[in-house]
């Protein structure tokens, strides 16, 4: 990060702002409205720039740059169209530790200007810290049409009644939640509606109602996170993850997904590579209780659906047992998600008529158990999940038992992530191709007829083997 986004009061506070134009308008028209007090230097002076200084009380200097004008200031702005003029101002203004913005010219900048979406006192500001100001506003415009004008009129409303409200929970926890729930509710959808009245009667009402103890009681969600890429991510597994104070996640779970966690939450590694396993999984039964029994949000975030390969009903056991609520997020399941990211259809009206997950895992003596003459029909597509160090084992298993050599099959690697890799072959030669060409976990092995449309419908960027 190269610049720390703050929001400053400046209110009542002295500018100092060096340029008579149009842009030192827009900057001037941006600090009057934060109530700042300028002190503008400038030999000429834009009509309607003296009259908005003027109006707040500000000063004016019509004479050139002189770095005493810098006395008593908060921050400096340079905005002239005199290369010279704005470099001194940022070199007087760096020697005296004053902050500076030279419009246009981040190099001269100790600071920059965001750009802003107004919904006061709700201000969104977006940086690309100087690299592409044409980036920021495009970010700007799309979230401008997706936040209702009237949002302000909802921030306001709240903010009138946090007093009150922190009266009632002294507790910072329990009021977060319980504007959580305002901003998911009636009040929210009135204010947005314009009914301004009957949504400051609902929230006076629901703060006089409000309840420590039954908004503070602790929750497990259960969260699939997906394969990988965050996009993929389903809206009830975000607002969960962004509302959890503990995110329990082990390695499948990408980094893009975890970016997406609450700022403060707390974030627990639980592990799990082959064989490594960085907590037990009784232990990671048990802390999700423990979690939940000190009134936490806990977010036990898994790769894939938590429900398929995940051992969700393992980990819920105890949840249940001890009486806790608890949610379960279903998401796309790597079988899903690495068939669609590399173009195989995983059931297809002339290949396929039926799919079936199979576990690839290998039981702790090493031997992989499966019943392989029930995978025999040939219209049916395979998929194995955690099957790359028994490919050659499934391979030969499966030939043996009958299913033809000939099967095509691939072994999607990194599926729907940067770096996604797919290895195509056939049930008899893919085990040797991956030997050759090795592969990255984690990986997920596809066989049956429909992976012959890989070529034809394979759209997103990856390595091919
Ligand atoms: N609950 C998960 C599966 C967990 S088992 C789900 O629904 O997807 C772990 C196995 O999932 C891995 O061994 C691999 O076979 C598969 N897998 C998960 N993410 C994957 C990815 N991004 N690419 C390929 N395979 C993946």
């Given at each position: 990060?190269?610049y720390?986004?703050?929001?400053?009061?400046?209110?009542?506070?002295?500018?100092?702002?060096?340029?008579?134009?149009e842009?030192?308008?827009?900057k001037?028209?941006?600090?009057?409205?934060?109530?700042?007090?300028?002190?503008?230097v400038?030999?000429?002076?834009?009509?309607?720039?003296?009259?908005?200084?003027?109006?707040?009380?500000?000063?004016?200097?019509?004479?050139?740059?002189?770095?005493?004008?810098?006395?008593?200031?908060?921050?400096?702005?340079?905005?002239?169209?005199?290369?010279?003029?704005?470099?001194?101002?940022?070199?007087?203004?760096?020697?005296?530790?004053?902050?500076?913005?030279?419009?246009?010219?981040?190099?001269?900048?100790?600071?920059?200007?965001?750009?802003?979406?107004?919904?006061?006192?709700?201000?969104?500001?977006?940086?690309?810290?100087?690299?592409?100001p044409?980036a920021?506003?495009?970010?700007?415009?799309?979230i401008e049409?997706?936040?209702?004008?009237?949002?302000?009129?909802?921030a306001?409303?709240?903010?009138?009644?946090?007093?009150?409200?922190?009266?009632?929970?002294?507790?910072?926890?329990?009021?977060?939640?319980?504007?959580?729930?305002?901003i998911?509710?009636?009040?929210?959808?009135?204010?947005?509606?314009?009914?301004?009245?009957?949504?400051?009667?609902?929230?006076?009402?629901?703060?006089?109602?409000?309840?420590?103890?039954?908004?503070?009681?602790?929750?497990?969600?259960?969260?699939?996170?997906?394969?990988?890429?965050?996009?993929l991510?389903?809206?009830?597994?975000?607002?969960l993850?962004?509302?959890?104070?503990?995110?329990?996640?082990?390695?499948?779970?990408?980094?893009?997904?975890?970016?997406?966690?609450?700022?403060?939450?707390?974030?627990?590694?639980v592990?799990k590579?082959?064989?490594?396993?960085?907590?037990?999984q009784?232990?990671?039964?048990?802390?999700?209780?423990?979690?939940a029994?000190?009134g936490?949000?806990?977010?036990?975030?898994?790769?894939?659906?938590?429900?398929?390969?995940?051992?969700?009903?393992?980990?819920?056991e105890?949840?249940?047992?001890?009486?806790i609520?608890?949610?379960?997020?279903?998401?796309?399941?790597?079988a899903?998600?690495?068939?669609a990211?590399?173009?195989?259809?995983?059931?297809?009206?002339?290949?396929a008529?039926?799919?079936?997950?199979?576990t690839?895992?290998?039981?702790?003596?090493?031997?992989?158990?499966?019943?392989?003459?029930?995978?025999?029909?040939?219209?049916?597509?395979l998929?194995?999940y955690?099957?790359?160090?028994?490919?050659?084992?499934?391979?030969?298993?499966?030939?043996?038992?009958?299913r033809s050599?000939?099967?095509?099959?691939?072994?999607?690697?990194?599926?729907?992530?940067?770096?996604?890799?797919?290895?195509k072959?056939?049930?008899?030669?893919?085990?040797?191709?991956?030997?050759?060409?090795?592969?990255?976990a984690?990986?997920l092995?596809?066989?049956?007829?429909?992976?012959?449309l890989y070529?034809?419908y394979?759209?997103?960027?990856?390595?091919?083997?």
């Amino acid at each position: 990060m190269e610049y720390l986004p703050v929001s400053w009061r400046i209110k009542g506070q002295t500018v100092l702002l060096v340029g008579g134009g149009e842009i030192a308008l827009r900057k001037a028209r941006l600090l009057d409205r934060a109530g700042a007090r300028l002190r503008l230097v400038a030999p000429e002076v834009e009509p309607d720039l003296a009259a908005l200084v003027e109006q707040g009380g500000g000063e004016i200097q019509r004479q050139v740059f002189a770095a005493d004008q810098l006395d008593g200031v908060l921050l400096a702005l340079a905005a002239t169209d005199d290369e010279a003029v704005n470099r001194a101002v940022s070199e007087a203004a760096q020697a005296r530790g004053v902050p500076v913005n030279v419009v246009d010219n981040p190099p001269l900048c100790t600071f920059i200007f965001p750009a802003i979406v107004d919904r006061d006192p709700l201000i969104i500001s977006i940086s690309s810290g100087g690299a592409s100001p044409v980036a920021a506003r495009w970010v700007r415009s799309r979230i401008e049409t997706l936040i209702p004008a009237r949002w302000g009129r909802l921030a306001a409303l709240m903010g009138s009644r946090r007093k009150r409200l922190a009266e009632k929970l002294p507790s910072v926890s329990a009021r977060r939640l319980f504007w959580e729930k305002v901003i998911d509710g009636a009040v929210a959808e009135q204010t947005l509606a314009g009914q301004d009245e009957a949504a400051a009667t609902e929230l006076d009402a629901a703060i006089e109602a409000a309840d420590a103890d039954k908004l503070m009681r602790g929750e497990v969600y259960l969260v699939g996170a997906g394969p990988g890429d965050a996009d993929l991510l389903t809206f009830r597994a975000l607002r969960l993850l962004q509302k959890a104070d503990v995110v329990v996640y082990d390695r499948l779970v990408s980094p893009g997904v975890l970016e997406l966690a609450r700022r403060d939450a707390e974030l627990v590694y639980v592990g799990k590579k082959r064989a490594e396993h960085v907590l037990p999984q009784d232990d990671i039964n048990r802390l999700l209780v423990d979690y939940a029994r000190q009134g936490k949000k806990v977010c036990r975030l898994k790769g894939g659906d938590p429900f398929i390969f995940g051992r969700g009903g393992e980990e819920l056991e105890q949840v249940v047992e001890a009486g806790i609520d608890f949610q379960v997020v279903p998401v796309v399941t790597a079988a899903a998600g690495c068939a669609a990211y590399a173009g195989i259809p995983l059931t297809h009206r002339d290949h396929a008529q039926s799919v079936r997950f199979i576990t690839g895992h290998r039981k702790e003596s090493g031997e992989l158990n499966l019943p392989w003459s029930d995978f025999l029909t040939p219209s049916e597509t395979l998929v194995f999940y955690m099957g790359l160090v028994s490919l050659p084992a499934i391979s030969a298993g499966l030939i043996m038992a009958g299913r033809s050599p000939d099967t095509p099959a691939a072994l999607i690697s990194r599926g729907t992530l940067s770096g996604q890799r797919v290895l195509k072959g056939t049930l008899g030669s893919l085990p040797d191709l991956v030997a050759e060409a090795g592969a990255e976990a984690p990986s997920l092995l596809i066989i049956g007829d429909v992976v012959g449309l890989y070529p034809r419908y394979r759209w997103f960027e990856d390595g091919e083997g």
